[in-house]
């Protein structure tokens, strides 16, 4: 079974206008009730990630800041992020929730899980938020999988439209994290150029896309599959992350690279198969972006089936 992660906690980080809104996940709530999909899951219990868990990433300074700014009432803690007084929970719970996911995943039956977490994380830097981003939840996980549970290589695959910045950033020299973003290029927020492939011991294992927009789905997925095959066999990595975004959707208002919804069901299948192959099934896949809250409750929808489908 999949273990599916929901909890109206992640409601609480309040945004107003703003387009990362607790409506995206009431919507996918919706849609999952409705599909039937979500009593085919097993429901995981979301949990706050400790401060220990946080820094573990995070600067300890940042940590500090941010949970006194949300307590001081909050406001914006950069042009693009709003933070309320729940916020800080609310990521840490997000933060919590998929490191969780990555010890059931590792210890189960189940191999695999969808975090629906909120805020997003793949933005957030060591020691800064960024762009709707406050703490790196895939970032955080990977690092518990590697140290809690001694894995020697974990792949984040980052299909969100805009460039996973914070997670490559965060394991840019270090070789036991993989990371591949496919991403509109040039788009927000400046990185992930093809020649961003790591420094040090970490060089060659980070892989970019920049795609155009524009360019066609077929070949945006053609080239999805050939830069993930090359990645899957030089990485075989022991559990694959995904940060799932689904703002690469045509329909989406600030993201958009022409794909439609039944495209997440490809790179959802896609995922799968290289994880039967090399991590008997392991997927821990967390939220990140997606903003036409019907299109992407439509495409959680279409992924989630599909890892229901390989997990049963
Ligand atoms: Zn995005």
């Known amino acids: ?46 949990r706050l990630a400790t401060v220990e868990e946080l820094i573990s990433i995070h600067d300890g300074k940042y940590r500090e800041r941010l949970e006194k700014f949300a307590s001081m009432g909050g406001g914006w803690i950069e042009q693009d992020t709003f933070v309320s007084p729940n916020s800080y929970a609310a990521a840490s719970r997000a933060a919590g929730t998929c490191i969780s996911a990555v010890d059931q995943v590792m210890a ?46 974990v792949l984040v695959v980052d299909w969100d439209v805009h460039h996973g910045n914070g997670t490559q950033d965060i394991f840019y020299e270090r070789q ?3 990371f591949l973003s496919a991403h509109r290029f040039p788009f927000y927020p400046g990185t992930g150029k093809k020649n961003e492939t790591g420094t040090g011991k970490g060089l060659g294992t980070k892989f970019n896309l920049p795609v155009a927009f524009g360019t066609t789905r077929k070949d945006y ?5 050939s830069v993930f095959q090359d990645c899957i066999e030089k990485c ?5 992350l995904i940060s799932a975004g689904f703002d690469a959707h045509a329909d989406d208002p600030i993201g958009s690279l022409g794909l439609q919804t039944e495209d997440f069901e490809t790179l959802s299948r896609l995922v799968i ?3 039967k ?24 929808g279409c992924h989630l089936k599909e890892l ?4 049963e």
């Not at 387009?19 to 979301?46: V, W």
């Not at 960024?130 to 001694?150: K, S």
């Not at 997925?221 to 599959?225: I, K, S, V």
């Not at 229901?308 to 997990?311: F, G, P, V």
């Open 1 to 46: 079974m999949t273990i599916l992660y929901f909890d109206e906690r992640f409601l609480e980080h309040e945004t107003g206008k703003h387009p990362e809104s607790p409506e995206r996940l009431r919507a996918i709530g919706t849609e999952l009730t409705r599909s039937g999909l979500r009593d085919r899951c097993r429901a995981g219990e979301t």
């Open 273 to 275: 198969d290289a994880a």
């Open 277 to 300: 192959t090399h991590c008997q099934g392991r997927i821990v896949s967390c939220l990140e972006g997606g903003y036409n809250v019907t299109r992407l409750a439509e495409s959680v």
């Open 176 to 178: 036991d994290v993989w």
């Open 236 to 240: 075989r990595p022991q559990l694959i």
């Open 108 to 153: 189960s039956v189940d191999k695999n899980a969808l975090c629906l977490v909120r805020p997003p994380g793949h933005h957030a830097l060591a020691h800064d938020a960024m762009g709707f981003c406050l703490f790196n939840n895939v970032a955080i996980a990977a690092q518990r999988a590697i140290v809690t549970h001694r894995l020697e290589r």
């Open 221 to 225: 997925l053609t080239q999805f599959e």
């Open 308 to 311: 229901l489908k390989a997990s």
